[in-house]
């Protein structure tokens, strides 16, 4: 069989086949599971409850309507469309991002942008959907207890920006 190439993309502009949207099954993952394990908590876990995993890690059910470490969460509601519309831009400039990215040398850039593309979204899902995040995961040991919940979407995005880090201490002056 003879392989055909698209050539009609410009050479400086790749085809979705060819650029870093091939990462968007990523971005989905992160988003179901992310969904799925907030409607668990949601349906099954009373708020405030905590269940012992192991010594490292707690189940618990608790809503957040601020941001990363509850910022703005006391403020009268307002800060939900905030978020919701710094998600969205974020999410749409990701994409185009991706986009733009080629496929071949940028995979730890592209995978960062994926997981914290999936983290918005499913982080602006909930706040569509209730007005809050649902956070259920704490960590720690004895007392020593991370003090916020998060959840499969803050995971994504905590990931996803260490891995643009890396890419910008370590791997992008490679690629010029």
């Not at 908590?41 to 269940?51: C, F, G, H, L, M």
């Not at 707690?58 to 601020?66: I, P, S």
């Not at 918005?120 to 956070?135: K, M, Q, S, T």
Request: proline share 3%.
């Amino acid at each position: 069989m003879t392989e055909t190439v698209d050539d009609s993309a410009a050479p400086n502009e790749p085809s979705a086949a060819g650029s870093g949207l091939i990462w968007l099954w990523l971005t989905a993952v992160i988003i179901a599971a992310d969904q799925v394990t907030k409607w668990l908590v949601y349906t099954r876990i009373e708020i405030a409850d905590r269940i012992v995993v192991n010594p490292l890690l707690e189940l618990t059910h608790r809503h957040n309507t601020g941001a990363a470490f509850s910022i703005l969460a006391s403020e009268s509601g307002w800060q939900r469309w905030l978020f919701v519309g710094l998600g969205a831009v974020v999410s749409v400039f990701i994409v185009g991002y991706l986009h733009a990215l080629p496929r071949r040398g940028t995979t730890p850039l592209a995978i960062g942008l994926a997981l914290i593309l999936g983290g918005a979204v499913g982080n602006v899902i909930d706040r569509l959907n209730y007005g809050f995040v649902v956070d259920f995961i704490l960590i720690g040991y004895r007392d020593l207890v991370f003090p916020y919940a998060f959840n499969i979407a803050d995971a994504a995005i905590s990931v996803g920006a260490a891995l643009l880090i890396i890419d910008a201490l370590f791997l992008e002056s490679r690629r010029r």
